[in-house]
């Protein structure tokens, strides 16, 4: 089966660059299973209820998120309600909603989608590690195709876990830093693995602000708030090919495609 993964949407750029292309690469690549990182899709500061909406009606089977997940108030709600949006599960008990979704493929094949959150240079969660033993322990047996989005600062907390779960998942994906990294690969247990996917949103920019406003932050130390950049955009996306019988990977390869 193929699975895609498109990393952090962020803002309008990011949407209306999944809203051109999605249907293609689904129907292109044979898709059965469709993920997105929307942290960022609201301006770069979180998701809202109706863009959540939205993406779904595009054909996103499943969202992921990470620490912007909270910026939006109107989120908590609808976060309770909607299965298929995901904070990461490592969130102390009592945060609404989940960190893990079990849905049917388009192909008919039980799928587990995990979301956890790094805990270096991040908001105080739990042990990520432990919450993937824990959330992988819950699954029924028959749910072999499990994949991981990692939402961490470090690569190497992100490279921990992949190590950690080689064999026991499909993949391990990470998000958060913004920036697409060179080390695409299957490890020896059959768990696909990339460091950081990378963003959809415009590459123009200072991991999707506006360049000028990062650099005055930077210059001055002043607490300038970001805005989205316009500008360059770009999805990057992860295509996974993984035997549902098994649910090891195939293969993982890096899908890039450059707005209008």
Known sequence: MHILFIGDIFASPG????????????AAQRIDLAIANVENAAGGFGITPVLAEELFALGLDVLTSGNHVWDKREIYDYISRQPRLLRPANYPAGAPGSGLAVLQARNGVACAVLNLQGRTYMPAT??????????????????KVRIVDFHAELTSEKMAMGWYLDGRVSAVLGTHTHVPTADTRVLPGGTAYQTDVGMTGA??????????IALER???????????????????AIILEVDSASGKALSIRRHTLRGD
């Open 203 to 212: 590459y123009d920019s200072v991991i999707g602000g506006r360049k000028e």
């Open 15 to 26: 949407r209306r660059i999944v809203a051109d292309h999605l249907a293609d690469i689904v």
């Open 126 to 143: 739990d042990c990520p590690f432990r919450a993937a033993d824990s959330l992988i322990g819950s699954l029924e047996p028959a749910v």
């Open 218 to 236: 930077f210059l001055t130390g002043m607490p300038v708030r970001l805005e989205a950049a316009k500008g360059g955009v770009e999805l990057h």
